[in-house]
């Protein structure tokens, strides 16, 4: 996944940050109301929006 987010544009980077941002919200009111099965999925995605930050930054430089 790496070498496919160094690939992407600025905009495409934060168009997927903002995407996953908005599923970790969903995730976590679905949670409340106990409709999510999967619980580890919010664990992940914020790991892949952690890896977006990371190449944003680094495209920055």
């Known amino acids: 996944m790496k070498k496919e ?5 600025k905009g ?7 995407e996953k941002k908005l599923a970790v919200h969903t995730i976590r009111f679905g949670m409340a109301g106990s409709k999510s099965k999967n619980v580890k ?8 929006i952690a890896r977006i ?3 944003l930054k680094s495209n920055n430089k």
Do not use: G, Y
């Open 12 to 18: 495409d980077l934060e168009k997927e940050l903002n």
């Open 5 to 9: 987010l160094v690939k992407k544009s």
């Open 53 to 55: 930050l990371t190449a």
């Open 41 to 48: 999925e919010q664990k992940n995605i914020k790991k892949d």
